[in-house]
């Protein structure tokens, strides 16, 4: 049975930062491309950052340079740093394990507020 949990979220200030772990079990973890992606309310969901198992990276533009997808294989991990939140940042983030078929994390709620 594949299980996706994410962690990590929570209420921030804005210019804050957080970090968001995904564990990935009952996949082949290191053949997986990983992916986050967030759903503000009343939005679609948008993919946020990806990585390959090769460890090649993609980032949205709406975040470049803000935050950092990094993948630990023998932790089954995969992580997103987020630097400098903003208000716009608030979403229900999901992790996205992708081998052969797609599997969701049930998201984890990030509140960017003062």
């Known amino acids: 049975q594949v299980q996706v949990v994410e962690s990590g979220g929570g209420l921030v200030q804005p210019g804050g930062s957080l970090r968001l772990s995904c564990t990935a079990s009952?996949?082949?973890?290191?053949?997986?491309?990983m992916r986050w992606y967030r759903q503000a309310p009343g939005k679609q969901r948008d993919l946020v950052a990806t990585?390959?198992?090769?460890?090649?990276?993609h980032y949205a533009d709406a975040i470049k340079s803000r935050f950092t997808i990094s993948r630990d294989n023998a932790q089954n991990t995969v992580w997103l740093q987020m630097f400098r939140l903003n208000p716009e940042d608030t979403a229900v983030y999901y992790c996205?394990?992708?081998?052969?078929?797609?599997?969701w994390g049930q998201g984890t709620q990030v509140t960017v507020s003062s």
């Open positions: 996205n394990a992708i081998q052969i078929y797609s599997y």
């Open positions: 009952g996949i082949i973890f290191s053949s997986s491309e």
């Open positions: 990585i390959t198992s090769a460890g090649t990276i």
